[in-house]
Structure formats: structure tokens, C-alpha cells
């Protein structure tokens, strides 16, 4: 019988250890968006930081938290939600410490420049109290985007095909491509304004060439990198040229394709900012630019929250699109 009570004691009370760390990893995002919030409420504000109409710091710490309060209550019957809602709490806390910090920095004590630095609250202004225009700027980005993005990536993925599956097309492209792809695309400007008929199309022909070499490049290395032995096994079994090509070359090339992709997304939205500069009137890039010229930098953040915003949406569809082509890596690499 006392066998038995050792036994179970101390397993007991590692159960409750277990327990009590869950209990303050679920508490550390209430105790610190509480504290943002009542630092926010309570602390005086700077006399040279401009005030704003509503405290829009505040209500987006506690519109944040009612999210993940819900999270929390609905994962106690959802799994799935609540090891999500664990995992993520204390990253959560984490970055509403690190805004807490940057609210007292700005906002309440003034320790850095207040033109170039402005309070959060300022830069939440401009995005709540300016939504169409912003929108407006948004969606002439995203046809930009998808316009140079689609195109670049279709050519550039054909382009990486040709240059793993022929050697004459190696022979006569690759040379050209080694020449003009390092080449940055803005640098084709006066080119594009020359060339093309309409702002739209010369910046989307810009994005599409940032897209185009990445993906071209790591399209063909893929192929080149797949094994032999694959080919050769096909071709035993009776499966053509072309059979090869789509079935066993193209699919082992699939995770370089998509590392292409992701190259040339981020390359896409660092040439977006200097694409809108040929003559736009609307676009994020061309909005940060001038708000910058205008010295309203809490705008110009507020334009770049929604850069980030858009690339973080973009490269998180791309991620789930990989995961289920690719979903036979599963197990076999490290996810």
C-alpha cells in the first residue's frame, strides 16, 4: 500500500506542475495587455506628442484580448484551438510588452524624436479614420501585384522547365540569363518609360522581373538537382519524355520552385515602392513615399503596417498552398 502512494504522489504532483504552468502560460497575455492598457490610461501624455479623439491604443489591446479570451474559452472544446491558443500565448505577451514599451517611449515620456517617432495611437488614427483611401491605395497595389507577380512567376517557372529539361535552351539562355537576371529591376526605369505605353503595365513588368530570375533560377536547379536513378526507372517502365518531365521532374523540382516563389514575393514588394514612383496616383508604395515627402510619418507607418500586413497574407497563402502540394514531404523532412 505505501508502494502505491509513492507512486502515485509524485506523479500527482507533477500533474499539478504541469497544470500550474499552463495556468500562467494562459495568464501572461491577460497580465499584459492589462498592464498596456492601464500604462495607456493612467500615464500622462508628452506635451509635444499630438493628442488624438479616441484612445486607440487602448481599444485595440482590449479588442485583442476579448479575441483571445474567446480563443481560449473555445478551444476547451475545440483541441486543436486550445494547443494553438498555448502555443501562441506567450509570443502574444510578448509583443504586447514590447508595444507597451514603445507607447511609454513615444507617447508618455517623449525620449525620441517626435516627428520622425510618433505615439502608436497616432499611427491607428490613420488607419482607422482614413480606411477608403487606404483601401483605394491597397487595391491598386495588390492588381500591381498580381499582375507582375502572376506573370513573372508563370514565365519564370516555364523558363526554369526549358533550362532543366534542354540542353540546347541551357546552351543559348542561360548565358543571357546570367547577364541581365542579377541585374536589380529598377534599374530598367528609363528603359519602361520608354518602352511601354502606360504606368500599369511598365510596373507590373517590373515586379514580374523580380519574380521572373528567382524562380527561374531555383526552378532549374531543382530539376538539375533530381536524381538520376528517377529518370531511369521511369524510362524502364515504358514512361516517355514527356511523362518524365511532368510526373517525376517537375514534381521532385516543387520545393525549390516554391523557395523561387518565395524569393521572388519578397523581391516583388521591395520593387512595388519604387514601381508606383513612375507616375501613379494611388498604391501603398507610392502612399509612403508621399506621406514621407509630406514629413507625416505617423501615415507612412501606417502604410507600412499594411505592406507588412499584405506580404505576411501573400507568403502565408503561399505556405499553405506548398504544404498541400507537397504534403508527401510530410514525415520525411523536418516541417
Same mark, same amino acid.
Given at each position: 500500500?505505501?508502494?502505491?502512494?509513492?507512486?502515485?504522489v509524485p506523479?500527482s504532483?507533477?500533474g *499539478?506542475?504541469?497544470?500550474?504552468?499552463?495556468?500562467?502560460?494562459w495568464?501572461? #497575455?491577460?497580465?499584459?495587455?492589462?498592464?498596456a492598457?492601464?500604462?495607456?490610461?493612467v500615464?500622462?501624455?508628452?506635451?509635444?506628442?499630438a493628442p488624438?479623439?479616441?484612445?486607440?491604443f487602448a481599444?485595440?489591446?482590449l479588442?485583442?484580448?476579448?479575441?483571445?479570451?474567446?480563443?481560449? =474559452?473555445?478551444g476547451?472544446?475545440?483541441?486543436q484551438?486550445?494547443?494553438k491558443?498555448d502555443y501562441?500565448?506567450?509570443?502574444?505577451?510578448?509583443?504586447t510588452?514590447?508595444?507597451?514599451?514603445?507607447?511609454i517611449? @513615444? +507617447?508618455?515620456?517623449?525620449?525620441l524624436p517626435v516627428?520622425?517617432?510618433?505615439?502608436?495611437?497616432?499611427?491607428? +488614427?490613420?488607419?482607422?479614420?482614413? /480606411?477608403?483611401?487606404?483601401l483605394?491605395?491597397? +487595391?491598386?497595389?495588390?492588381?500591381?501585384?498580381?499582375?507582375?507577380?502572376?506573370?513573372g512567376a508563370?514565365?519564370?517557372?516555364s523558363?526554369?522547365?526549358?533550362?532543366?529539361?534542354?540542353?540546347?535552351a *541551357?546552351?543559348w539562355?542561360?548565358p543571357?540569363?546570367r547577364?541581365?537576371? /542579377?541585374i #536589380?529591376s @529598377?534599374a530598367?526605369? #528609363?528603359l519602361v518609360?520608354v518602352?511601354? #505605353?502606360s504606368?500599369?503595365? %511598365?510596373s507590373?513588368?517590373?515586379i =514580374?522581373?523580380?519574380?521572373?530570375f528567382?524562380t @527561374?533560377?531555383?526552378t532549374?536547379?531543382?530539376?538539375?538537382?533530381t536524381?538520376?536513378?528517377?529518370?531511369?526507372v521511369a524510362?524502364?517502365?515504358? +514512361?516517355?519524355r514527356?511523362?518524365?518531365?511532368?510526373?517525376?521532374?517537375? /514534381?521532385?523540382?516543387?520545393p525549390?520552385?516554391?523557395l523561387?516563389?518565395f524569393?521572388?514575393? @519578397?523581391?516583388?514588394?521591395i520593387?512595388l515602392?519604387?514601381?508606383?514612383?513612375? %507616375?501613379?496616383k494611388? %498604391?501603398?508604395?507610392?502612399?509612403?513615399n508621399?506621406?514621407k515627402?509630406m514629413? =507625416?510619418?505617423?501615415?507612412v507607418?501606417?502604410g507600412l503596417?499594411l505592406? =507588412?500586413?499584405?506580404?505576411f497574407?501573400i507568403?502565408?497563402?503561399?505556405f499553405k498552398?506548398?504544404?498541400r502540394?507537397l504534403?508527401?514531404?510530410k514525415?520525411v523532412?523536418k516541417w
Open positions: 500500500m505505501d508502494q502505491d502512494i509513492s507512486a502515485v506523479y504532483l507533477e *499539478n506542475r504541469v497544470q500550474l504552468r499552463r495556468f500562467f502560460r495568464l501572461l #497575455p491577460a497580465v499584459s495587455a492589462g498592464a492598457v492601464a500604462v495607456d490610461l500615464l500622462p501624455r508628452d506635451l509635444e506628442q488624438v479623439d479616441h484612445p486607440y481599444w485595440l489591446l479588442l485583442s484580448l476579448a479575441v483571445y479570451l474567446t480563443a481560449s =474559452a473555445v476547451q472544446k475545440v483541441p484551438l486550445k494547443d491558443v501562441l500565448a506567450p509570443l502574444y505577451a510578448g509583443v510588452l514590447l508595444l507597451n514599451l514603445l507607447n517611449v @513615444t +507617447a508618455k515620456l517623449g525620449l516627428l520622425y517617432f510618433p505615439s502608436i495611437d497616432r499611427v491607428l +488614427a490613420v488607419l482607422a479614420e482614413d /480606411p477608403v483611401y487606404l483605394k491605395c491597397m +487595391a491598386y497595389s495588390y492588381r500591381l501585384l498580381f499582375l507582375g507577380w502572376f506573370f508563370l514565365v519564370g517557372i523558363t526554369g522547365i526549358l533550362l532543366g529539361f534542354s540542353k540546347a *541551357n546552351y539562355i542561360w543571357f540569363i547577364s541581365i537576371g /542579377p #536589380p @529598377t530598367w526605369i #528609363p518609360l518602352a511601354f #505605353p504606368v500599369v503595365s %511598365g507590373a513588368f517590373l =514580374a522581373l523580380s519574380v521572373w528567382p @527561374t533560377v531555383l532549374a536547379s531543382g530539376i538539375a538537382n536524381k538520376n536513378a528517377y529518370f531511369e524510362s524502364t517502365l515504358g +514512361a516517355s514527356w511523362y518524365q518531365i511532368r510526373k517525376v521532374g517537375i /514534381p521532385a523540382a516543387m525549390s520552385v516554391f523561387g516563389l524569393n521572388g514575393t @519578397t523581391a516583388s514588394f520593387t515602392v519604387t514601381a508606383e514612383m513612375l %507616375g501613379a494611388y %498604391g501603398l508604395g507610392w502612399y509612403v508621399w506621406q515627402e514629413m =507625416a510619418y505617423a501615415n507607418y501606417a503596417i505592406i =507588412a500586413v499584405s506580404f497574407l507568403i502565408t497563402g503561399l498552398i506548398r504544404n502540394i504534403v508527401w514531404q514525415g523532412i
